[in-house]
């Protein structure tokens, strides 16, 4: 689990400043667009990132392996800090991975509403 949760944050950081990296300086999406233009334009840069992250896979599946004593870590420290109910592996990864999709999710909709 602990090479999965790596993985997924190290998919995280890799799509959150791709994204940004390739909407600021590849894109350069103008402001003003309107919603639909601009969630257009994201759907276009996602894509563009997407494609770029199939090269980079075996890189990040090896740094997931390099990775995983530390999320390890992280993954027993935040299910030390959860209720005593759900002080478990499991509950800890579903936080990490629900934090990891809210920080992609606050971004991409935030550059929306911004550029729109």
Do not use: H
Not at 12 to 36: E, M, N, R
Not at 63 to 85: D, F, H, N, S, T
Not at 87 to 95: H, L, M, P, Y
């Amino acid at each position: 689990m602990a090479g999965v949760l790596a993985y997924g944050l190290l998919n995280t950081l890799w799509y959150t400043v791709g994204f940004l990296v390739a909407w600021t300086t590849v894109v350069q999406a103008p402001c003003g667009l309107g919603v639909a233009n601009t969630a257009r334009k994201l759907a276009e840069t996602f894509a563009l990132v997407w494609a770029g992250s199939q090269v980079t896979k075996p890189l990040r599946g090896a740094g997931a392996l390099c990775l995983a004593p530390l999320a390890k870590r992280l993954q027993v420290g935040v299910a030390a800090r959860l209720p005593a109910g759900l002080r478990s592996e499991g509950a800890a990864f579903t936080v990490c991975v629900l934090g990891c999709v809210g920080i992609a999710a606050l971004l991409f909709g935030t550059v929306v509403l911004v550029w729109a």
